[in-house]
């Protein structure tokens, strides 16, 4: 089975600082993709970040990055310079090439002024 | 582009009902998937549609069922209800030819069962 775990409910972070959400995963499978999504109050699912598990080198896009540790089946995620925007439902997700996406509980990070 | 658009945003029914929830993916997407995400957790796969076919589905009873039209606009059908099911719906699109593809999602539909 395949499963998607974050162990933080919830996660504070003072605006402009840095904070890393956690994720681990569990697939038998070899190829897969990860990505993190993020739910504002508004409800519509963004995307975040994705990352190819065959590529070796974190993905980046601006201030959000990731720490995909493949053997450990790790794929944390860093806010730098966070800022207001940034409050919200935060998921890991797990897609194994098949058609089934499988999110994990989220993490909700507030950020404070 | 007006992405993943679902409807109706909010709907009530009692408990025994049937509900019909609809959703139009993003222009040019091909799959549409539904998930159901109850209060304070993560999305739940419901099942996927792909070619007017159901694809893959999770583990949910066969009082969900949906389809999808030849212009890959998709339903998801309850029959019924149970007051379990109050949750939001969430629509996602993408193109099954693209493995990595970001899934776009609607904004959902809140389901309330009385």
């Known amino acids: 089975a395949q499963t998607v775990t974050q162990s933080q409910p919830e996660m504070s972070v003072q605006e402009a600082e840095t904070v890393t959400l956690s994720c681990t995963y569990d697939t038998s499978e070899s190829d897969y993709y990860l990505f993190w999504y993020k739910q504002p109050p508004s409800r519509q699912m963004i995307l975040v970040i994705r990352?190819?598990?065959?590529?070796?080198q974190n993905a980046t896009e601006n201030r959000f990055s990731v720490n995909f540790q493949k053997a450990a089946k790790s794929f944390s995620l860093k806010i730098s310079d966070s800022q207001l925007g940034d409050a919200a439902m935060y998921f890991c997700v797990l897609n194994t090439g098949g058609f089934k996406t499988i999110f994990g509980a989220g993490t909700r990070l507030f950020v404070k002024a | 582009d007006a992405g993943v658009t679902q409807s109706p945003t909010h709907l009530i029914k009692t408990r025994g009902q049937q509900v019909t929830l609809r959703c139009s993916p993003k222009s040019g997407h091909d799959t549409v998937s539904w998930y159901q995400q109850a209060l304070g957790q993560g999305p739940q796969f419901i099942f996927q549609y792909y070619e007017e076919e159901e694809r893959q589905r999770g583990n949910f009873p066969d009082r969900f069922s949906g389809h999808q039209y030849p212009n890959y606009s998709s339903e998801l059908n309850v029959n019924a209800l149970l007051l379990g099911d109050s949750a939001l719906y969430l629509c996602a699109s993408s193109l099954v030819v693209v493995r990595n593809t970001e899934a776009f999602f609607g904004q959902g539909t809140r389901l309330t069962v009385v």
């Open positions: 990352q190819e598990a065959y590529k070796q």
